[in-house]
């Protein structure tokens, strides 16, 4: 399993800090429970490659906005090791992603073209799309919670926190919003709402407005350029 992770694959600043952290008895757990969920042939997502994808992908100084989600889609050929990204291809969109560009479109009036889900055009402009849990069993929402993941990203979040240069953290549901108490919120910026899943988009999701308050927290308290929500790909 360590190495299908590809650690040696991770992004340099997310190496030197998050090394001593893999070598810790529960990480060292969490990976043999999930060598026994292979062992058993449990179908598991993401693919194991992509498990650590965001650490790969972003380093820690390049990060403007976390967007953070509970686990990852537990549908075959949706989770692709981004919080809430899925394959270009895959048809129909979770509700939850339809969800969340239907805020953008009602947010900042503008047209997605919602087909482009992979979401690369956020991550290349610093958004750092992380789950609390990193890896769920096939049709099994949050199976893989308390194993470790959620000490995992408590770390994570402590190393962004302790990033001298602000970041607005978007926290998405309640597993995300635990994350708060870690985050020291007179150099960092923290916008909470409910889970844009269609159990709770309603009740407060829809309607929230984080893309527009990021990007006026981003201009106008880090005197940082907005994200440009609207851009979902990067040409290729």
Known sequence: MEELFNLGDL???????LIDEMQKDYFKNLLAYLQNEHNEKQSIFPAT????RVFQET??????????????????GQ???????????????????????????????????????????????????????????ENQAFSHRNQGWETFTDR???????????IVFLLWGAAAQK???????????????????PLSAHRGFLGCKHFSKANEILTSKLSLAPIDWSKLSVPS
């Open 11 to 17: 992004k340099e600043e997310w190496k030197v800090l």
């Open 179 to 197: 994350k708060s108490s870690m985050i020291d919120q007179t150099k960092h910026f923290v916008l909470a709402a409910p889970h844009p899943s």
């Open 59 to 76: 380093d820690l100084s390049d990060i403007r906005v976390v967007i953070l989600g509970q686990d990852p889609y537990h549908g075959p």
């Open 79 to 137: 989770a692709i090791g981004r919080s809430f990204a899925v394959p270009k291809g895959l048809m129909p969109k979770p509700p939850s992603l339809k969800n969340i560009f239907k805020e953008i479109e009602a947010d900042l009036a503008c047209h997605l073209d919602q087909s482009e889900s992979e979401l690369d055009g956020w991550v290349k402009q610093g958004v750092f799309l992380l789950n609390t849990v990193l890896s769920v069993r």
């Open 49 to 52: 490659k992509n498990i650590l």
């Open 156 to 166: 994570v979040i402590q190393i962004l926190n302790e990033r001298d240069a602000g």
